[in-house]
């Protein structure tokens, strides 16, 4: 089982940004994002195929951007624009399907804090 590992996580003014990684331990076919604030549904963010294609959650589309370096089994969340209703564990995920927000993943990360306040 792939094993991954996120980071880049903290506290931000509304309006900051951040970046997060992940690192896997092998390449995958595609990988995504998803967050989950304690008490609610995880919510896909974002996903990526080993192509480049991405898709993105509408309450992320603009201010958020996936990205990878394939080669390194390296993924990336560049958050611009941060609102407070951002706030909760990111976590970096194998999806089951590829191209969807669809929030059944084959493995994911510990996870890495993110807080945005007003």
């Known amino acids: 089982q792939v094993q991954l590992v996120e980071s880049g996580g903290g506290s931000v003014q509304a309006g900051g940004s951040l970046k997060l990684s992940c690192t896997a331990s092998?390449?995958?076919?595609?990988m995504a994002w998803f967050r989950q604030v304690p008490g609610k549904e995880r919510e896909g963010v974002a996903g990526?195929?080993?192509?480049?294609?991405?898709n993105y959650a509408d309450s992320v589309k603009g201010r958020f951007t996936i990205s990878q370096e394939y080669a390194k089994n390296t993924l990336y969340l560049q958050m611009n624009s941060l609102k407070p209703e951002d706030t909760a564990m990111y976590y970096c995920?194998?999806?089951?399907?590829?191209?969807?927000?669809?929030?059944?993943?084959?493995?994911w990360g510990p996870g890495t804090q993110v807080t945005v306040s007003s």
């Open positions: 995920a194998i999806p089951y399907l590829c191209g969807t927000l669809v929030t059944d993943y084959r493995s």
């Open positions: 092998y390449s995958r076919n595609c």
């Open positions: 990526i195929d080993r192509n480049g294609r991405t």
